[in-house]
């Protein structure tokens, strides 16, 4: 147990390196800019009071967005999802995969869960030993099952998803708006550098490095938020997009895509003047997500899926939110896809109880 709790406390300090190296990087652009450019060499020019300005306000919503994607924990199942004790120990206790699954079937009966493993079969974690919600998978970095997880990003030490998914679009807008500022305000002086234009001091070498790692960091940045944007249109995750989800009819890469408009929506909120401010507004508990009836895809190919090959559909505990009471919504620029209402709503209808989600982190 020893060297297992050694070896696990270096490697979280050493996950820690690639946040290090990024502060001390925009730490330095701080210096670099504002001292040695702004102070030391447009000391007598007309511009700047402007650029300063305009870097602190790039410079705060950065590393304020930068913040809460790092510290911002990772959301959880919450306690309806884990088995009771009695179901647990059965579950342990059973060799045969057929009747754990039996256990699963009736614990996740009056559960809001529309996905399914590749075999038809109720996902679950052996590891934190909990049901997962739609959306919800293991991230082995951080030995927990995340809402809604995207990926786990080694340059925030931490998982983004459901909690901090904003958190990270904005920092990936923050951070290449901050580069683009400072790469094309320097541009000038980078190349007064190579006609031998400016001052001969050592404040020199810091525009010529300035630029240089503004631009790389920016082609690198836009790469990645623009495949994010992407995503948010789409209403998918990284891992969606490498792997549909599966629903009880089949797979289908749009399942939650409820139209650009929502989709956007879903990650910012309905109030536009909180968008571009780090702070949590994006709809829903992570635990339940609309989605739309499950649709043939011409680039794969769908089949029907069944909760369990050794049992008919009759024997199989059926659960409250079936596609019959799923109602929809329409889409706004998509006619023909329709939207779930919330796994609220429809227990209500179907005069179920109704089941109280709080989302409690799991110790």
Sequence with gaps: MAPTHVLRCCQRGLSWIPVIFIALVVCWSYYAYVVE?????LYFAPFPVVYLIFF??????????????IFTKPANPSKEFCLAKAEKERYEKEERPETQQEILWRAASSLPLYT????????????????????????SAC????????????????????????????????????????AATVLQYFIKFWTNELPDTHAKFHVLFLFFVAAMFCISILSLFSYHLWL?????????????PIFRTGSDKNGFSLGFRKNVAQVFGDQKKYW???????????????????SADPEQATGTLHPEPTKSAAEVPAS??????????????????????????TLNSVGTDSITISLESES
């Design 37 to 41: 450019l702004c102070i030391f060499i």
């Design 56 to 69: 602190h306000v790039s410079f705060v919503m950065f590393v304020w967005s930068y913040w809460k994607t």
């Design 116 to 139: 399914r493993t590749g075999a038809g079969a109720i996902r679950y974690c052996d590891r934190c030993q909990v049901i997962k919600p739609d959306r919800c998978h293991h991230c």
């Design 143 to 182: 030995d927990m099952c995340v809402l809604k997880m995207d990926h786990h990003c080694p340059w925030v030490n931490n998982c983004v998803g459901f909690s901090n998914y904003k958190y990270f679009i904005l920092f990936l807008a923050y951070s290449l708006v901050y580069c683009l500022f400072i």
């Design 232 to 244: 948010v249109g789409k209403n998918r995750s990284t891992i969606e997009a490498f792997r549909a």
């Design 276 to 294: 571009p401010l780090p702070l949590f507004t994006s709809q829903g508990d992570g635990l339940i997500f609309p989605t739309r009836l499950v």
């Design 320 to 345: 409250p939110l079936s596609e019959s009471q799923n109602h929809l919504l329409s889409n706004d620029q998509h006619g023909n896809h329709a939207v779930g209402h919330l796994a609220n709503d």
